[in-house]
């Protein structure tokens, strides 16, 4: 589904971010979340992120990866957990997608 157009400066808002997955595990009671330590460099340290993916990858797919990361978005709390941040997934209707990028990317690095 096609979106709205997006100005410049809206654009400018989105931070996001190079960050390397460190630390990964399935949250209790739930089967679709993962809840994931994200080294976001400098600027943000290290960052708890929730993410549906526990039914396409494992936490010990995730570990060690660099990932775009949207690092200024909401807290938004799943059960009970703030996640502070988004994975940028490619959303196949079937699966989402993780995109990784080279791991000698520098952990903060701006993406634009």
């Known amino acids: 589904m096609k979106k709205d157009i997006l100005t ?63 690092a200024n978005l909401e807290p938004k709390k799943m059960m009970g957990k703030d996640s502070n941040g988004m994975i940028l997934v490619a959303d196949d209707p079937e699966k989402f997608n993780l995109v990784p990028l080279d791991k000698n990317l520098k952990n903060g690095t701006v993406i634009r």
Do not use: H, Q
């Open 8 to 70: 410049f400066t809206d654009f400018n808002k989105l931070d996001l971010r190079v960050g390397e997955v460190k630390e990964a595990s399935l949250l209790e009671g739930s089967k679709k979340l993962i809840i994931m330590k994200v080294d976001l460099g400098e600027d943000y340290g290290i960052v708890e992120i929730l993410s549906g993916l526990a039914e396409f990858y494992t936490p010990d797919d995730l570990i060690g990866n660099k990932y775009i990361v949207l």
